[in-house]
């Protein structure tokens, strides 16, 4: 393998670990923010976390998360449905919620590098 090519796996290695490293916390952070929304928010609360949702889904395939983004997608699209519709949350979205939050949390905490450098 090529000098260069190594050099920029090894680059590209301590970006996923960075990557992974910090996720738990920012999912910690995006659960705690999902946590203070109000019964009925207001639309900038849902785009906060909605946009927060959508850029996670955006960065965890290219890290060797797929599972996050699926989930964060997941999310990110009932977040849209609900801030669509202007109407309190159910009690069953809330619910489907947290159960994606824990999900998600799980899925950036077990090892990826496995399955990701299969890939490479």
Known sequence: MPANKQDIQQKLQRLRQQYAQKLPARI??????WQTLNPSPQAAQYESLIREFHSLAGSGTSFGFPQVTALSREIENILLGAKSINVPLSEQIKADINT???SLYQAATQDHESSYEEKL
């Open 28 to 33: 910690s952070a995006l659960e705690q923010q």
């Open 100 to 102: 994606k939050l824990a």
